[in-house]
């Protein structure tokens, strides 16, 4: 039944949103004669949509992850984003529309609207959306708007805050999330919520996860050891294993498949998997080959050179495997196996390295058993296999815990895949694009014609594709 409902949220998502952007670029709209809604569940299906969708499934943030982190590859003409071509223009919709004129803004008018009838649960959710959302900013772009960001009716040149202080609006609005959510409303949230249905116990634990990924982005900046304890004490009330996911529904209907389904068979058609992530499991003689890469025409697994020359036919090299592919994959906000691994990291930095080691073996076997009887020829990765698979690849090193995340982050998690390699350089089999527009992968997203048109006062100046975030030092 949910899946059936998901065209329609799409197009309720459409009509919020343009409505959002043109509250959020009209300076003639009245800021004291707000249009509330009559349901605040339609701004909440307009965020949770947006978020799945555009932000981690199917936007520019997971695709230029993927290419960057070398999960795919294009197997086109270069120049393009594979070899670090990025104009201004590219991320026009993710920071203009997607972002602060749909999630955000919407954000902001339920919790205005939701106040005044004591909707904790919906301020509860738009807070997280919220969290998440500027998150993902200021981990592509580093400053940002964020204190004036959502004031446009009065003030079109918001000021850019700095990416620490907006990392730590992002914990605070995590905090304030799991507060209202414990709270008891009088109207809960319902349909609109399309991963958990309104559950605020769920959401709660998301919120704890987030707060653990966030602080341990930080490990470069701050005391990496109470980072690390933060972390883990976030951990302790964050999900309690797969099932705990907060996975948005797709199906089959057309129109209404999951975002990676959509873009490749659809778009990208010549987007593969990428040699380097091949080679990478190839080396390791992973199981997991067969479910996340298709045989290429001569029943080899053989992946494309990221910004090499094309070849003559696609069927040289492997497709993303088809459990990847699939219409009705639900995709998931983040994944437990994720949350496994910064519980490994935090641990290793305390230096706890038998827990560290479990919590990292534990991580693999759940990603492993998530895929088992997925793959071609119904790939099934039995225990014995498993048990082998982690004898030879042990945690002995960060390098070891950052590669097998990045193994397991494959399309579901490559924006984090990314920002690990930015702070940490691992893995360190990662090269650069032999025919790239700059000479290293990228660490960050150059600024939109959007703000360079209309902000160009507070646009940070000098900012290129190699220039850092605040986190990655």
Not at 184 to 189: D, E, G, R, Y
Not at 360 to 386: F, K, P
Request: proline fraction near 4%.
């Amino acid at each position: 039944m949910i899946h059936k409902s998901i065209k329609f949220l799409l197009l309720i998502s459409l009509l919020v949103g343009l409505g959002a952007c043109s509250d959020y670029l009209d300076i003639n709209v009245s800021p004291n004669s707000p249009e509330e809604p009559g349901d605040l569940d339609l701004l909440i299906a307009d965020m949770t949509s947006t978020t799945s969708y555009n932000l981690v499934g199917g936007g520019n943030w997971s695709r230029l992850g993927a290419q960057w982190i070398q999960h795919i590859a294009n197997n086109a003409n270069a120049p393009s984003n594979d070899t670090y071509r990025i104009n201004t223009s590219d991320m026009n919709n993710e920071w203009a529309f997607y972002s602060y004129a749909g999630v955000l803004i919407n954000g902001k008018k339920t919790i205005e609207f939701a106040t005044k009838t004591e909707q904790w649960h919906h301020i509860g959710l738009a807070k997280l959306l919220m969290a998440h959302n500027y998150a993902l900013l200021a981990d592509m772009w580093g400053d940002i708007p964020f204190t004036e960001a959502l004031g446009r009716e009065n003030n079109i040149k918001p000021t850019y805050d700095d990416q620490a202080t907006v990392y730590e609006g992002v914990q605070t609005l995590l905090d304030e999330a799991i507060t209202e959510l414990g709270k008891s409303p009088a109207i809960t949230v319902g349909g609109g919520d399309y991963y958990f249905g309104g559950d605020p116990a769920a959401w709660i634990q998301i919120a704890y996860a987030l707060k653990a990924r966030y602080y341990m982005h930080l490990t470069n900046v701050k005391d990496a050891e109470a980072q690390a304890t933060l972390a883990l004490e976030a951990l302790n009330k964050a999900m309690t294993g797969p099932e705990a996911e907060a996975r948005f529904p797709y199906s089959s209907d057309s129109g209404s498949e999951s975002p990676w389904n959509q873009w490749i068979t659809k778009f990208a058609t010549a987007m593969q998997v990428s040699n380097h992530f091949v080679t990478l499991l190839k080396s390791k003689n992973d199981p997991r080959l067969p479910i996340m890469a298709d045989m290429n025409n001569v029943g080899e697994y053989v992946g494309h050179v990221n910004g090499g020359p094309t070849t003559n036919s696609l069927g040289d090299n492997s497709s993303i495997g088809t459990y990847f592919l699939d219409a009705d994959l639900d995709f998931p906000l983040m994944t437990y196996v994720e949350q496994k691994f910064i519980e490994a990291e935090a641990l290793w930095i305390l230096n706890r390295q038998d827990d560290a080691r479990a919590a990292y073996e534990e991580a693999i076997r759940i990603h492993m058993g998530q895929l088992s009887g997925n793959g071609e020829l119904n790939t099934v990765i039995d225990e014995a296999t498993q048990d082998a698979y982690l004898a030879a690849n042990p945690l002995n090193s960060l390098d070891d815990l950052i590669t097998q995340k990045y193994i397991a982050g494959f399309v579901f998690s490559s924006m984090e895949a990314y920002n690990d390699y930015r702070r940490t350089g691992f893995p360190s089999t990662l090269q650069p694009v032999p025919n790239g527009d700059v000479n290293q992968i990228p660490t960050r997203m150059i600024y939109t014609d959007t703000e360079i048109n209309n902000n160009i006062e507070n646009v940070p100046a000098g900012i290129t594709l190699t220039s850092k975030v605040w986190w990655d030092q």
